[in-house]
């Protein structure tokens, strides 16, 4: 069975680690690596390469950045000749980035069947560009692997038929358990002059945060208060740090002497530095799955969430872009009142053996 699996984003890298992996463990399995380049520079992509040893893409469509329709347009014209080329039996996407999204059109146009990790995450909120593309690659899926019973429900409920839907785990768990005890083993403590539970670790790159100047004035402001209290660590993201020279804010953020900014990292050293942090403020969806794994306290800047189990079973509370609320469950923290969390059903890290299990099934009952 021949596989063209996905990778585009620094999101993406994680997942399709593990799943390549298990692959290589079947002969009858022919898995090609196809790398959109959506995102290309050495910190948000090849370092994951080396770090997590994914092996060296079969391709490389070497797209780069773009608007959401420059970029999904030209990575459906290169897949495309991907796929008349090779011919795979399969696709299989993961995640909810722009990649996702254009590969899984171009697969379902040519009528081969699409899998899709991490499917039936929703947010409910259509202004973000990921839960678009969440809901047209479920639509178009003819496998769709979950993370959560709940996401089940969702994709039930949108017209999914049952036979189609396979409850499988969280596969970001199964790479955080592999490479955690690693990640703790990396100086990235001693290179920033940090000790352990003496920092907040935030990142920071939505649009809904950072490409509207009153949001991100609010949540700046909420730093300002927070670094005064605790020595703040941003990972600053390129989109980030464009909207902040942008909006004309750059002084308001040098003049913060507890703010540390660091460029972006590699997987363990990020991982080392989340897992010895004292909380995480953050936008991002998946250091929502990972913080609930390590059972680090996460304020996440967003008023809805993908992962809504986080909440409700982790530690992961929603904060939104306000100053106030950011900065009052922040003191909880500090003083010792962080919420206290469980890890949700079957986040085991074994993801990625139930989801290449169900492949070979389903391949072996077609081949019947």
Same mark, same amino acid.
């Given at each position: 069975m021949k596989i063209a699996c996905v990778v585009g984003a620094r999101p993406n890298f994680m997942k399709i680690a593990p799943l390549l992996e298990e692959m290589v463990k079947y002969p009858k399995l022919n898995p090609l690596l196809v790398h959109t380049g959506q995102h290309y520079d050495y910190e948000m992509s090849q370092i994951f390469f080396d770090e997590l040893k994914i092996p060296k893409p079969d391709v490389h469509l070497g797209i780069g950045s773009g608007s959401h329709a420059v970029q999904t347009a030209n990575i459906m014209i290169a897949f495309e000749k991907t796929v008349n080329d090779y011919k795979p039996d399969l696709v299989l996407v993961v995640g909810d980035v722009n990649s996702t999204l254009a590969c899984a059109l171009v697969a379902s146009k040519l009528c081969i069947p699409i899998a899709h990790v991490e499917a039936g995450l929703r947010s409910f909120d259509k202004t973000m560009p990921e839960e678009i593309n969440r809901i047209v690659t479920d639509v178009l899926s003819d496998y769709l692997f979950t993370t959560t019973e709940e996401a089940n429900e969702n994709l039930k409920r949108e017209g999914i038929a049952e036979k189609k839907i396979f409850f499988v785990g969280n596969i970001m768990v199964d790479t955080l358990l592999k490479y955690k005890e690693k990640a703790e083993s990396i100086p990235i403590l001693n290179e920033l002059? @940090?000790?352990?539970?003496?920092? /907040?670790?935030?990142?920071? +790159?939505?649009?809904?945060?950072?490409? %509207?100047?009153?949001?991100?004035?609010?949540?700046?402001?909420?730093?300002?208060? @927070?670094?005064?209290?605790?020595? /703040?660590?941003?990972?600053? +993201?390129?989109?980030?740090?464009?909207? %902040?020279?942008d909006f004309g804010l750059k002084e308001k953020v040098s003049s913060m002497n507890n703010l540390m900014i660091i460029k972006p990292l590699g997987y363990l050293s990020f991982i080392g530095l989340m897992k010895n942090s004292k909380f995480v403020l953050s936008d991002s969806g998946g250091m929502q799955t990972e913080t609930t794994v390590l059972n680090i306290p996460c304020l996440t800047m967003r008023d809805n969430t993908e992962m809504p189990e986080t909440v409700r079973e982790g530690t992961n509370i929603l904060v939104g872009n306000n100053t106030d609320t950011i900065i009052q469950e922040s003191i909880k923290i500090i003083e010792g009142k962080a919420k206290s969390g469980k890890i949700p059903k079957m986040w085991d890290g074994r993801t990625s053996e139930r989801i290449v299990s169900t492949i070979i099934t389903i391949g072996n009952m077609e081949n019947e």
């Open positions: 002059r @940090l000790e352990k539970n003496s920092y /907040v670790l935030m990142t920071l +790159h939505r649009q809904a945060s950072v490409d %509207i100047k009153e949001n991100l004035l609010e949540i700046l402001d909420a730093v300002e208060k @927070l670094q005064s209290m605790i020595k /703040v660590v941003l990972v600053i +993201h390129p989109r980030t740090k464009t909207r %902040i020279e």
